[in-house]
């Protein structure tokens, strides 16, 4: 008889992995310039989990597996209302500000860029939201996250 070994948890593997910017960084250095790269990304399940993480390396391969660690390692847990957020929040998270408002089933997302990224890696099917600062993708992406940590399920 052959003897099955387990498979190791399928929460490792389901995911759902989204790349939202690569930039490229030069550092002046007296042997000459230092190039490495950024990678902002965001993971979620889509079933109420999602973390974001940045990742920093030589080559982009590199960073975008250490910014999807750290976004793995780092995920908080966004409480749901059916389809939706509980309740409408406004956060201010340096020159970003973010409005994300609760929407009737059916709607879909009306989000941005960044915002659209983290709600939907949350497994947030209808919201409606608003980018009122900073254009910046970062600071946008760790705004919506805070908005999403201060939310709070009725009951």
């Known amino acids: ?5 387990p498979i190791k948890d399928q929460e490792e593997y389901e995911f759902d992995e989204k790349v939202v910017q690569i930039n490229r960084v030069s550092k ?4 000459g310039n230092q190039i ?7 993971v979620g399940n889509r079933h109420g989990k999602v973390g974001v993480g940045l990742g920093r390396s030589k080559d982009v391969a590199s960073a975008i597996g250490k910014g999807m660690n ?3 390692k ?5 409480p749901l209302s059916g389809t939706t957020i509980p309740h409408h929040v406004r956060v201010k998270f340096g020159a970003a500000k973010i409005l994300l408002k609760p929407a009737p089933p059916g709607s879909g997302l009306i989000a941005g ?3 659209r990224a983290v709600v939907q890696a949350a497994g947030i099917k209808d919201i409606s939201s608003k980018i009122l600062g900073s254009r910046n993708k970062a600071s946008n992406v760790y705004a919506t996250l805070k908005a999403l940590e201060q939310l709070r ?3």
Do not use: E, Q, W
């Not at 008889?1 to 070994?5: Q, T």
């Open 70 to 72: 750290y976004a793995r």
């Open 1 to 5: 008889m052959i003897d099955k070994k």
């Open 28 to 31: 002046k250095t007296k042997g």
């Open 153 to 155: 399920k009725n009951n």
């Open 74 to 78: 780092h995920m908080i847990i966004v």
């Open 36 to 42: 490495s790269f950024t990678a902002l990304t965001v």
């Open 113 to 115: 860029g960044p915002v």
